[in-house]
């Protein structure tokens, strides 16, 4: 079992950056495909992104596609999200999530294990 826990949210002018980490502990790191998921009030959780458990393969959204970056470092058992050009309409909680097969990431239901959330907010 892995417990996450997400941080780096906050708010920011649209066209600007953030870097979101989710730190991982509870077990080992490279056991898990790691994926982002945003969620805005009134509206189902959404996929973002997600990166495998060697951190070679990675999958966006086409939303976010050339603006966000996944990665992980596995010395820190944390993987991280740069947002870049932010849009106001990107507000929302983004959620850190673990599966142990990166399979059928883009729905929510099929991720094991989630953090807290990091609240972003992009002001117009």
């Known amino acids: 079992q892995v417990q996450l826990v997400e941080s780096g949210g906050g708010l920011v002018q649209a066209g600007g950056s953030l870097r979101l980490s989710c730190a991982a502990s509870g077990d080992t790191f490279s056991n898990y495909a790691m994926g982002w998921f945003r969620q805005a009030p009134g509206k189902e959780r959404e996929f973002v992104a997600a990166?495998?458990?060697?951190?070679?393969?990675?999958y966006y959204a086409d939303s976010v596609k050339g603006r966000f970056t996944i990665s992980r470092d596995s010395a820190k058992n944390t993987v991280f999200l740069q947002m870049n050009s932010l849009k106001p309409e990107e507000t929302a909680t983004y959620y850190c999530?673990?599966?142990?097969?990166?399979?059928?990431?883009?729905?929510?239901?099929?991720?094991?294990?989630w953090g807290q959330g990091t609240q972003v907010t992009v002001s117009s």
């Open positions: 990166i495998n458990r060697s951190g070679l393969n990675t």
């Open positions: 999530a673990a599966r142990g097969a990166f399979i059928a990431i883009i729905a929510p239901r099929a991720w094991d294990y």
